[in-house]
């Protein structure tokens, strides 16, 4: 049975950080990509940061600069270092773990707040 489950969502003050942590288990973690996405209320479910199994890391252009994606595939986890935060950032934030062709995991999200 595979398990993606987030942590570290919470309130934050704009220009805060908050780091997110996404643990696995169920899959061969290290063949994996993940990514973190966000929904925000009304809006689409939307890519923020992407690692691939071999650490290759991308980034929407809304968190450059911002965000960091990292994994560490001992802990069969991936994490999201969230810095600058802005109100525009409050979302509930989702892992996604990804293997090609058709395997894809979601877990259950993680909301994180951001206030003016």
């Known amino acids: 049975q595979v398990q993606l489950v987030e942590s570290g969502g919470g309130l934050v003050q704009a220009g805060g950080s908050l780091r997110l942590s996404c643990a696995a288990s169920?899959?061969?973690?290290?063949?994996?990509?993940m990514g973190w996405y966000r929904q925000a209320p009304g809006k689409q479910r939307e890519l923020v940061a992407r690692?691939?199994?071999?650490?290759?890391?991308n980034y929407a252009d809304s968190v450059m600069g911002r965000f960091t994606i990292s994994r560490d595939n001992a802990k069969f986890t991936v994490y999201l270092e969230m810095n600058s935060l802005k109100p525009e950032d409050t979302a509930v934030y989702y892992c996604?773990?990804?293997?090609?062709?058709?395997?894809?995991?979601w877990g259950q999200g993680t909301q994180v707040s951001v206030s003016s």
């Open positions: 996604k773990a990804s293997y090609y062709p058709n395997f894809n995991y």
């Open positions: 169920g899959i061969i973690f290290s063949n994996y990509a």
């Open positions: 690692i691939t199994n071999g650490g290759k890391t």
